[in-house]
T-cell receptor
């Protein structure tokens, strides 16, 4: 298995809702990442997990809450989002915090109404 | 600090003609460089990577890139464009393992392939 699987592919949520994005990989990778990508822009790093521990939070608002329950799974919990949070959310993984290439998932397209 | 510049925001080529997407980087240490492709509403797919081995790197789908340290460039080429190559392409730089692990993305080049 050489894939990063993200679910759901599309999500529409209201500003008072609570929802979660899920990311799963079975490649034995120990580093996992959340990126946010707005239209016609490059991805922006949000969070980095290394060996299930949060390594980096790029000053992301607390309405985004990451969780890494095990080495294969990464969640992003969403609460009280704003319309400007609408974007493509990408998950990625790599063997470790190395420079030898990430594997990206296909993303979750989030719309906040 | 490292940075990457994609010199063209849009490139149009005719099907069957060569593709050249330009990328220049800045790095204090030995960089690792990557090209990713993103089709509309899709994730990013790794095309190829340079990590201090051969300077001419071959990737998937007929793409290749040459690392030129003297020019601080890592341009992406393909001899003959196909309609399916139409997508957004990102050049990425990151430093050697003893440095930061963060990807630095270029702003992207949108490739259009004309029939």
């Amino acid at each position: 298995d050489t894939e990063v699987t993200q679910t759901p592919k599309h999500l529409v949520m209201g500003m008072t809702n609570k929802k979660s994005l899920k990311c799963e990989q079975h490649m034995g990778h120990r580093a996992m990442y959340w990126y946010k990508q707005k239209a016609k822009k490059p991805p922006e790093l949000m969070f980095v997990y290394s060996y299930e521990k949060l390594s980096i939070n790029e000053s992301v608002p607390s309405r985004f809450s990451p969780e890494c329950p095990n080495s294969s799974l990464l969640n992003l919990h969403l609460h009280a989002l704003q319309p400007e949070d609408s974007a493509l959310y990408l998950c990625a993984s790599s063997q470790t915090l190395s420079v030898y290439g990430y594997t990206f998932g296909s993303g979750t397209r989030l719309t906040v109404v | 600090a490292q940075s990457v510049t994609q010199l063209d925001s849009h490139v149009s080529v005719s099907e069957g003609t060569p593709v050249l997407l330009r990328c220049n980087y800045s790095s204090s240490y030995s960089p690792s460089l990557f090209w990713y492709v993103q089709h509309p509403n899709k994730g990013l797919q790794l095309l190829l990577k340079y990590t201090s081995a051969a300077t001419l790197v071959k990737g998937i789908n007929g793409f290749e890139a040459e690392f030129k340290k003297s020019e601080t460039s890592f341009h992406l080429t393909k001899p003959s464009a196909h309609m399916s190559d139409a997508a957004e392409y990102f050049c990425v730089v990151t430093e050697a393992p003893t440095g930061t692990y963060k990807y630095i993305f270029g702003t992207g080049t949108r490739l259009k392939v004309l029939a």
